[in-house]
């Protein structure tokens, strides 16, 4: 299983970027792609989530009417659009899977990507 995430960067203050994620070398038939994000010296927290299977998504609170997962289809990476972006979520974002439902706790995903970096600076 690989899963590459890509797209992190330097934004400022309410800016934007769009992260892709991309996921092969399993063939569940149902399943979740997560992103979290991780601060230095905090948890590992969940932003969003969607399902393989119909579509569905998932937002942390923090992010609701922010951040957008979306993807094309099943073959396709999936995206995060950060949009107004705060000074407070610098972070690495990992992209994961799971064969579970569709939630944002890092103990139900089995395989992470390395991460990409997001800084939020003027």
């Known amino acids: 299983v690989q899963i590459v995430e890509s797209g992190g960067g330097l934004v400022q203050p309410g800016g934007s970027l769009r992260l892709s994620c991309a996921a092969s070398?399993?063939?569940?038939?149902?399943?979740?792609i997560g992103w979290f994000r991780q601060a230095p010296g905090k948890e590992r927290e969940g932003v969003s989530a969607?399902?393989?299977?119909?579509?569905?998504?998932y937002y942390a609170d923090a992010v609701k009417g922010r951040f957008t997962i979306s993807r094309d289809n099943a073959k396709n990476p999936v995206y995060l659009q950060m949009n107004s972006l705060k000074p407070e979520e610098p972070a690495v974002y990992y992209c994961?899977?799971?064969?579970?439902?569709?939630?944002?706790?890092?103990?139900?995903?089995?395989?992470w990507g390395q991460g990409t970096q997001v800084t939020v600076s003027s």
């Open positions: 994961a899977t799971s064969k579970y439902g569709l939630a944002i706790n890092p103990y139900e995903y089995d395989y």
């Open positions: 070398g399993f063939t569940p038939h149902s399943y979740v």
């Open positions: 969607i399902s393989s299977s119909c579509g569905s998504t």
